[in-house]
């Protein structure tokens, strides 16, 4: 499993779209936090603060806001690299070697997880180096900074998970990548329907089961184990239906 992992992260590195990823993602989002910090150092926002005795702080204002959007765009992105997790096996007719080899098909898809997290786990760590500049000049909520990290990471899990698990499902990284990218935003969008299931609470809500519902709280520094444990649970169950179609693979 950890060999499949680095072989996926050093793969990924040897790509030029990993890096033009990386980069595109640290040109956004520093633009994003210098207009975040440009609009918090505005005079009247500081006089606003200054007469309110509940004022949120500067980790409210500025870094959940980044991470906000980070959600977001990363949700766009991910598609592109989830497509190729197994449909590039598929098309370089290498599937059938690896699933011919002395290892689980959890240990396969385990790995391809494992792989592609660590490299979003970098990505994020590069991201965060904005908000942690911010300690030269002012302080930060570390608290609500591990929940929003925290949030994060397991948004950007159950996104690797359902890509992993679309990608078993084609041998086209191109459907992939537009399969994977129309189920997001329909799990982003289910929370614009929410009023269609108006008078129902919890899970029968249909906006409940949106997929970036469950990180807003834990960006504001509200932890609940039912956000945690709502990714948690797509994150099992995606890897579930990915071992089970691999594995019906190999039977064929």
């Known amino acids: 499993m950890w060999t499949i992992a680095t072989r996926e992260l050093r793969s990924l590195f040897l790509s030029p779209l990993a890096w033009s990823i990386l980069a595109a993602v640290q040109i956004i989002f520093g633009w994003f936090f210098a207009i ?3 609009w918090f150092l505005q005079p009247n926002v500081q006089a606003s603060l ?3 005795p509940n004022a949120p702080g500067l980790t409210t204002m500025v870094v ?14 991910s598609p592109l690299l989830t497509m190729r997790l197994i449909s590039e096996e598929r098309r370089n ?16 898809i385990l790995g391809k997880f494992m792989g592609l997290m660590g490299f979003f786990l970098i990505m994020i760590s590069m ?11 002012g302080t930060l909520d570390f608290g609500q900074l ?9 948004l950007m899990g159950a996104l690797t998970a359902l890509g992993l698990y679309i990608s078993t499902l084609s041998a086209n990284t191109t459907v992939a990548a537009i399969s994977t990218f129309g189920a997001f935003l329909l799990l982003w969008m289910l929370d614009w329907g929410e009023k269609i299931g108006e008078g129902q609470e919890g899970v029968l809500s249909l906006g409940y089961w949106a997929i970036t519902k469950h990180y807003q709280p834990l960006l504001k520094g509200l932890f609940s184990t039912a956000d945690v444990v709502y990714y948690l ?11 089970l179609r691999l ?3 190999r039977i064929q």
């Open 36 to 38: 975040l910090i440009y």
């Open 50 to 52: 200054a007469n309110d």
């Open 64 to 77: 959940s806001s980044l991470l906000d959007w980070v959600g977001i765009v990363l949700l766009l992105v």
């Open 93 to 108: 007719r290498t599937l059938p070697l690896l699933l011919s080899a002395p290892i689980s098909m959890t240990s396969i």
């Open 127 to 137: 991201l965060m180096l904005m908000p942690l500049s911010l300690l030269l000049g």
């Open 146 to 154: 591990a929940s929003s990290m925290l949030g994060i990471i397991l």
């Open 233 to 243: 649970l797509i994150i099992v169950l995606f890897l579930m239906l990915s071992i």
């Open 247 to 249: 594995d019906s693979d």
